[in-house]
T-cell receptor, first 114, second 114 residues
Framework: DAMVIQNPRYQVTQFGKPVTLSCSQTLNHNVMYWYQQKSSQAPKLLFHYYDKDFNNEADTPDNFQSRRPNTSFCFLDIRSPGLGDAAMYLC?????????????FGQGTRLTVV | AQKITQTQPGMFVQEKEAVTLDCTYDTSDQSYGLFWYKQPSSGEMIFLIYQGSYDEQNATEGRYSLNFQKARKSTNLVISASQLGDSAMYFCAVVSYNTDKLIFGTGTRLQVFP
């Protein structure tokens, strides 16, 4: 059974029209991450949460926002998508601490901006 | 900023042979974890194997084994008995136990041929 679920798998949005991507987990992990991955590139960390503590990467554009209303859910909001924001968006969750460390990903949401 | 380098952008291996994928990382953390992930063309990020920085024994998971050279800040993933389905992108990633950041390497595209 899927443990990290991203919805939708494919999202088409118009240039400048706000869009929200969602992620949920059944693992009860404290940490949740959002990554942007463009074609043939490594995933780039946008931000992550430890519980409700939000950690933004210095080079993440202001256009990208996130919410984590509870342990299970996390949202990525793109306020005004540009053509350059078309990418795969990956959500991950993790638990760190010695041999119990684990980190799993959702299937990703492929965003197209038209 | 943490930098993770996979010096082999592409690798070829014949079916049933073993292949080694390399990764070096630059971290000032004393406690961290190393992951390897497989990403097929569908885009899903599949967990393969994990090792913590304090683990003295190299991790193994089925056909995957991780060699950890802590002093050199390097790791490699060995895939034994390669299968056609192993053709994919492979990423190493480092998680800091201090910040919980999970950062990815540049990736290696592996192609298995008959």
């Amino acid at each position: 059974d899927a443990m990290v679920i991203q919805n939708p798998r494919y999202q088409v949005t118009q240039f400048g029209k706000p869009v929200t991507l969602s992620c949920s987990q059944t693992l009860n992990h404290n940490v949740m991450y959002w990554y942007q991955q463009k074609s043939s590139q490594a995933p780039k960390l946008l931000f992550h949460y430890y519980d409700k503590d939000f950690n933004n990467e210095a080079d993440t554009p202001d256009n990208f926002q996130s919410r984590r209303p509870n342990t299970s859910f996390c949202f990525l909001d793109i306020r005004s998508p540009g053509l350059g924001d078309a990418a795969m968006y990956l959500c991950a969750t993790s638990r760190t601490g010695g041999e119990n460390t684990e980190a799993f990903f959702g299937q990703g949401t492929r965003l197209t901006v038209v | 900023a943490q930098k993770i380098t996979q010096t082999q952008p592409g690798m070829f291996v014949q079916e049933k042979e073993a292949v080694t994928l390399d990764c070096t990382y630059d971290t000032s953390d004393q406690s961290y974890g190393l992951f390897w992930y497989k990403q097929p063309s569908s885009g899903e990020m599949i967990f393969l194997i994990y090792q913590g920085s304090y683990d003295e024994q190299n991790a193994t998971e089925g056909r995957y084994s991780l060699n950890f050279q802590k002093a050199r800040k390097s790791t490699n993933l060995v895939i034994s008995a390669s299968q056609l389905g192993d053709s994919a992108m492979y990423f190493c990633a480092v998680v800091s136990y201090n910040t919980d950041k999970l950062i990815f390497g540049t990736g290696t595209r592996l192609q298995v041929f008959p």
